[in-house]
DNA sequence: TATTGTTATACTCTATAACTATA
DNA sequence: TATAGTTATAGAGTATAACAATA
């Protein structure tokens, strides 16, 4: 996971072994970059609004959705286990920024729903979220991030549904 | 951390707020692409040779020094707390893929080293490790590979050594 | 029976801090 | 005192599985 451990890794590191193919090269910044905006955005929502990125994505589903949501559709839409979602809900539920109201019809359900603060605080928090993500991006000309993420889209295509390797031993 | 949590994020998918700027889009995508790649790394690893990224790192360090590295020399190579070294070695140990041995003039210190059956085992694995990566750039040419190098490059200048925010509440 | 949600448990990966042995 | 390494503990973030209540 850590950005400076391939960076000095003999087998991903090209500067050091210039037999290896440009693949390795160009994996190893991807990687990269992609921990390095990420770590950012976690420390900022840390360290601005004391929250995690799960509690952050739960808020944006409920943000577009004031009717609310249920357990099991946030389940699918984070594409997290029920478990996990219980437990990000009782946490921001803890804070008073979402509320479980009753389901009429199924007594089983509660729809989620972001409070009135929980609504505020996102607003507040999108808005820097934006604003974060515009400035990593900032040394990239409109063109470029064109074109960067038309270069993503073709990789993102090559490897999405990738077969799932069986387990030999196991 | 999930993809497509992010996807069906209304912050940051723009096809359903496109009044977001395009740099939302083109985060999701980096860190979709990075999180794809990634996933499968780590259930190859798993799958096919039932082993860690963090202990495939570790051996790629001890790869290019047959001498031995010592435990705070790997913390630092690997950027992680000296704690956990001892934790990955030791698994490596167990595994005999690995091996402590003592530095003469320091008797505090090992010098941590592959075994033959480590050599063997890692040389398979890097093999393997290469020809995943390879496979996940392939559906870009190599004039298109080269390009997306440098765009990441630049975000990756943009992004690196980002103040950390001071924590304002604690 | 099947579904909704919760609880319990576990695993990976990481960090900090207290501790031991040596320098 | 400072350094090398270990141990203990904690906290994200994730998963599976057993379970209760309801459908």
């Known amino acids: 996971m850590d950005l400076e451990a391939r960076l000095a890794d003999p087998v991903l590191d090209p500067q050091r072994h210039a037999e290896h193919p440009e693949e390795l090269r160009l994996w190893l910044r991807l990687l990269t970059c992609a921990q390095l905006v990420e770590k950012n955005l976690r420390a900022r929502l840390r360290g601005e609004f004391d ?7 739960l808020m944006a589903q409920l943000e577009r959705r ?3 949501m249920k357990m099991s559709d946030l389940s699918r839409r984070m594409m997290v286990s029920g478990g996990n979602v219980t437990g990000i809900t009782d946490q921001l539920v803890a804070e ?4 479980r109201a009753a389901v009429d019809g199924d007594r089983r359900a509660y729809s989620v729903r ?6 505020e605080v996102f607003d ?3 808005r820097a979220h934006e604003n974060w993500i ?6 990239l000309s409109p ?7 038309g270069l993503l889209g073709k990789v993102k295509q090559a490897n999405r549904a990738e077969p799932v390797i069986p387990k030999q031993n196991a």
């Open 114 to 119: 972001l409070t009135a603060k929980g609504r």
């Open 66 to 68: 004031p009717e609310g």
């Open 143 to 149: 063109r470029e991030q064109k074109t960067l993420h």
């Open 96 to 99: 008073g920024l979402v509320e």
């Open 124 to 126: 507040a928090m999108a």
């Open 134 to 139: 515009v400035q990593a991006f900032d040394g």
């Open 51 to 57: 929250t995690t990125l799960p509690r952050f994505d």
